[in-house]
Antibody, heavy 117, light 106 residues
């Protein structure tokens, strides 16, 4: 059975940092494209970042230079390092497997990040 | 960025009735469109990809249609478990999502 479980969310002040984790079972993270997708309160879904099976990465303009996506093969875990956090980064962050054609076939339940003073 | 616009924002439907949800793209996305179902506190669930191909486990009462800029998700006979928020997503370029349509019990 495929499972994705996010953790690491919480309350942080503007300018602070958090690292989110996504523990995966049922498939190999490093053999797949993996993404982070977020949902701000009352808003729709927003793609944040992707890591390809090659290890290459990409980011939405809104987080470029501040967020870093990575993975740990032996732990089968995906990460999102978030620095210089802003109030507008407040959202539930979901990890998801990218089918490689561009849709997401497995998702986690998400972890809430709140950026507030 | 391709902007996805969903309508209506909220759809009130009685169980057993048909629901029709619309999604419009600001430019053509060909058939590179997916639909998701999302219930609060749960993981979003892929329903349809390629505008009309049901994902594994998606009941036959869900059908998708359209291409280019206009897409439709139809739920032929709403069941209690179908009341949720539905999102469309284009993947013709960098992925973008619609704002969602909430399907609620009438």
């Amino acid at each position: 059975e495929v499972q994705l479980a996010e953790s690491g969310g919480g309350l942080v002040q503007p300018g602070g940092s958090l690292r989110l984790s996504c523990e995966v079972s049922g498939f190999t993270v490093s053999s797949n494209y993996m993404s982070w997708v977020r949902q701000a309160p009352g808003k729709g879904l927003e793609w944040v970042s992707i890591i390809y099976s090659s290890g290459n990465t990409n980011y939405a303009d809104s987080v470029k230079g501040r967020f870093t996506i990575s993975r740990h093969s032996s732990k089968n875990t995906l990460y999102l390092q978030m620095n210089s956090l802003r109030v507008e980064d407040t959202a539930v962050y979901h990890c998801a497997r990218d089918h490689s054609s561009g849709w997401y076939d497995y998702w986690g339940q998400g972890t809430l990040v709140t950026v507030s003073s | 960025e391709i902007v996805m616009t969903q309508s209506p924002a909220t759809l009130s439907v009685s169980p057993g009735e048909r629901a029709t949800l619309s999604c419009r793209a600001s430019q053509s996305v060909n058939s590179n469109l997916a639909w998701y179902q999302h219930k609060p506190g749960q993981a979003p669930r892929l329903l349809i990809s390629g505008a009309s191909t049901r994902a594994a486990g998606t009941p036959a009462r869900f059908s998708g249609s359209g291409s280019g800029t206009e897409f439709t998700l139809t739920i032929s006979s709403l069941q209690s478990e179908d009341f949720a928020i539905y999102y469309c997503q284009q993947y013709d370029s960098w992925p973008t999502f619609g704002q969602g349509t909430k399907v609620e019990i009438k």
